[in-house]
């Protein structure tokens, strides 16, 4: 039993089951992050959002604070809703976490297109025989496999190696597997050991992880998993702001990400009936804020203007020096950012959809939080990144939740009548981000919402008003075992606003900049979680994309993902990437005198502009 101290608290999370002491001071968000209670929390703790909900069921608590009464209805706090991060218990307590509080729960978007690539790994596997020292030929081991390895010309045995070589020798009877990257020994196994890498694309939701085959090319397993830097805050700003004024902030986030690349990894391996210590190679793609975090690099210039990274070239670090316990000398292999927030996960889906994008005016649209395009034009890219917001995840929305089983995810109003689809088609716990778009489309369309994006009230019988507020009820609480209904808020509406606003508006700068019409744009290439499961025709009736035939959208998955495992399969392919980069030019929308006024205009329902004028021609 813990020690329990004046002033500690036993505090019990349901249905997790989890319990344990809050000391004095310490929020209910503090004390469940403590004790392994996955709690979502868009803004870091700050009051800003409302991720951490949570119902008390028992106990003492301290006073509502203001932000807690824009959240709740004085019902609802009667009832014993609180946000974590506000709420300090003032004696033992039992809580109530609801499925969409926990960040564990995400539908995660793994898979991408199939590669149909020639492996070319830097990793290059060699069977060696090597003949045993005597009295004639007392050779030192090492020297001994250089010999053997003559023809590929080794310069250096990682020290790891060094350490491990004469012990492995004698137990594998002379025989072994050596693998080189250029012209160094990297690891050393039994004879006949698979050659494996690791894909990683570290996204700011969501971690998928692809185990590969180098020699082959055959994907061994895949994983998705949530970022755990989430409970920190969703948005990178916020992350970083963590990273620079918490004590051992930085540090903090980077266990995170190192702890969990680890756990994947074994989950990937354990699939595959291997160890991590037979990973030979690790791509990461990132925004530059990941990868920043990632290899421990200062992160406040990056949340300055003018947003400049600490490096935005390439670069090969020992996998052991980002804390990843794998081949004795791997290697973590970081390809570029471009600049600003436009990081190596946009380049990975610019390689892996390289080819869909050779002739004509194409659009690379990787839709999040953070949202990256790139406009190709004959033969140019111009790359930009705009501030969407969470909205697009779930959050800052008032029943918003992330994509776990029974979010919203689907939403229709035909002739008064509406319908709604949930993931797993379990029971509605709120609404992700694809049914929100969907919600706000669909409530344009029928003239509920106004092309200011205000609610009309007596537009509908799901229009009610609320402490003065008007919203749409989705799901009534009559047909939840909740004591709260599901509903569109006027804020609500507000965040898809602002989000799709931000998306429009950098579109039309994009769009100025080649001197191009919507019209004249052939193919929009959709990418990322989020994007492959909206539908197109709603994003298009409020004006979020162009209204273009439907034939021109491609919704192709994780192509970051895809493109990592290109790179890490593909040492050419990874030249090819360097060349493209020359070709990159980046565009920061802060320093783009049209774009607030773009951007106010976009904040307005209704279908976007496709003329010449919305080029600024």
Sequence with gaps: MMDRNVGDHQIEFQPIGRRGLCPAGETLLDCARRLGVDLASLCGGNGKCNGCRLRVLEGRLSEVTPAQQEVFTPEELGHGWRLACQTYPHSDCKVDVPP???????RLQVEGREIDISPDSPIKAVACTL?????????????NLIEKLDAFSPEHFDINILRELSTRLREWNWRLTAHLRNRELVAISPPGTRSMGLAVDLGSTKIAGYLMDLATGKKLAAKGIVNPQISHGEDIITRINFAIRSPDGQKRMADLIKDTLMSLAQDLCSEAGSETGDILEVVI?????????????????????????????????KARDIGLDFAPGAYAYFPPNIAGFVGADHVAALMATA????????????????TEISLINR????????????????????????????????????????????????????ICGSGILDAVSQLFLAGVLNSGGRLQKGSHHRVVEKSGCLEFILVPQKKRRRDTVISITQKDVREVQLGKAAIQAALEILLAQGNIAATEIDKIIIAGAFGSYIDISNAVAIGMLPGLPLNRFHQVGNAAGTGARILLLSAARREEMKNLLTRIKYLELGGTPQFSKAFTRACLLGPYNTGPDAAGR
């Design 355 to 370: 080819g869909e994008w050779v002739h004509g005016n194409v659009i690379v649209l990787d839709i999040g939080t953070n």
């Design 100 to 106: 969409e509080g926990l960040s564990a729960q995400q």
């Design 379 to 430: 033969g140019k890219i111009t790359s930009v990144s705009c501030a969407s917001g969470p909205a697009f995840e779930g959050y800052h929305i008032s029943s918003g939740v992330r994509a776990a089983p029974g979010a919203i995810e689907k939403v229709s109003l035909s002739r008064g009548d509406l319908h709604y689809q949930t993931i797993d088609d379990a029971e509605p716990i709120g």
């Design 285 to 317: 793609v990132g925004n530059t804020a990941m990868h920043h975090l990632t290899l421990g690099l200062p992160v406040r210039q990056l949340a300055l203007s003018p947003f400049v990274p600490g490096v935005s070239g390439d670069l090969n670090v």
């Design 131 to 143: 003949e045993p020292p005597s009295l004639v030929r007392p050779v030192a081991d090492a020297e």
